[in-house]
């Protein structure tokens, strides 16, 4: 089984990624952002997306009830639905599931989060983050089995049914753990991992899972993120992860190829 | 089992609705709406829902390409994670799902539309509206066998993948006739069928289904939909209809004992 997670940017072309995935002979669950979506409604909508920088220099978004029921709609309501669509009209069985929906991702919700701005660190106590903890199995196994294609975004929910804003990137890492995946592809608007911001031509075609470290370290943002969840999937048993380019035909097959960046 | 169809107004008590349900002894789905919510995201993004008229009289929402990325993030999104996130606070181990999610409401699209605007009539080719013909029982049977509660709602999707709108209370008839169900129940922001329109006092306690051509040709706009729904169920073999007070304690014990309006 692959784990594909798809990055939220308007150049990914869905209808290549959906060709392609008829050409996959492996079962395979597909997990997307949203977020140039997300930065579009919130600025028509006037709500203003505030960033934190934790302590250790993590960049996330300032989650208050506001910018969680403004998720909802964008990532499992427009988003969601029209990646559903997409697939559907390549004849792949597309289900659209929150991480909310059947505790599909059970999470804990953060009490306090720590926010560096400028030389002071404020605590802040609203924001309805967290993290995944476990995965419903069965009903991702039972969707599987039967031959539906689950395409799965944030939230989370917590026991008590809150729901709860997650980073997907890091939910890929639990999901692949209890699923005991092998194999993630990320697929984005690069062409793989850049060794420089920006530049195309630095693209990096390997990296070593021991040196992950390093790449941690002077990457920023979005991709500091990835790495974090890349790290922790290998220390949760998985073997091989690719990340490629989700504006080009086949992007599956050319990230597992090693047209983009393999790390192992 | 039962069909639970639920207005999307905001007076709709969702605890009070979560409470009753683990008193109810057999399985049921619930199909929501969010009309409430459609009107207000559409105020705010300054999106203008237009309504049609049909020569027979029927109002329907004009759905062109915006308004359905607007009723899949309403409905799908915020509504949706909003209902699952209190049935889950309740423990019911809700999943919240589209009429495209599995093909679960196969629809067709209507190719035109005639508008009434004064005495003329218009053609409409561009509205995204259909009807559902069938429903996915697979995928809701093995929901319901695991003890998973499906909460449904709009678009519904045609066999080539296209997102459709669809009527909310017709779609519960497809899926009373496919699945079987032989008693539907539908909560509104009124304590039943009303004789005289925003007059609570002149609430109808039962109605004889053979009547209901009569109801139907004094109702209007949404109830007039809703009794077609409900005439049409009855066609499909459904036994009893009961319509009760979304907005009260145990709202679906109450109107099963014939608290709202009965019709049979």
Redesign the interface.
Same mark, same amino acid.
């Given at each position: 089984m692959i784990i594909i997670k798809v990055g939220g940017g308007k150049a990914i072309n869905w209808d290549y990624l959906a060709e392609d995935l008829s050409s996959i002979n492996e079962k395979y669950i597909i997990v997307h952002g949203a977020n140039a979506f997300m930065k579009e409604?919130s600025n028509?909508?006037?709500i203003t997306q505030n960033l934190i920088t934790s302590p250790s220099g993590h960049i996330s978004r300032y989650t208050d009830a506001k910018t969680l029921?403004l998720l909802?709609?964008?990532?499992?309501?427009?988003v969601?639905?029209?990646i559903?669509?997409?697939?559907?009209?390549?004849k792949i069985?597309?289900?659209?599931?929150?991480g909310? *929906? @059947?505790?599909l991702w059970l999470g804990i919700k953060k009490e306090t989060i720590l926010s560096k701005v400028g030389t002071k660190t404020k605590i802040i106590t609203d924001s309805l983050t967290g993290k995944v903890e476990s995965v419903n199995v069965?009903?991702i196994s039972?969707l599987l089995d039967?031959n539906?294609t689950p395409v799965i975004t944030i939230?989370a929910?917590t026991k *008590? @049914?809150?729901?709860i804003n997650v980073d997907n990137d890091r939910a890929v890492s639990v999901m692949a753990k209890d699923l005991q995946v092998k194999t993630l592809v990320f697929l984005f608007e690069e062409s793989g991992l850049l060794e420089k911001f920006n530049d195309p031509t630095s693209k990096i075609d390997r990296i070593n899972k021991d040196d992950l470290e390093k790449y941690l370290e002077s990457s920023e943002g979005r991709m500091k993120k990835k790495l974090l969840g890349v790290k922790e999937a290998f220390a949760f048993g998985v073997k091989s992860v690719y990340f490629g380019d989700g504006r080009i035909e086949k992007p599956v097959s050319q990230a597992l190829k090693g047209n983009g960046t393999v790390i192992n």
């Open positions: 409604i028509k909508l006037g029921e909802t709609m964008v990532y499992c309501g427009l969601n639905k029209k559903v669509s997409c697939l559907q009209k390549h069985n597309a289900v659209g599931l929150s909310a *929906d @059947g505790k069965e009903l039972m039967k539906y939230p929910i *008590d @049914g809150e729901l």
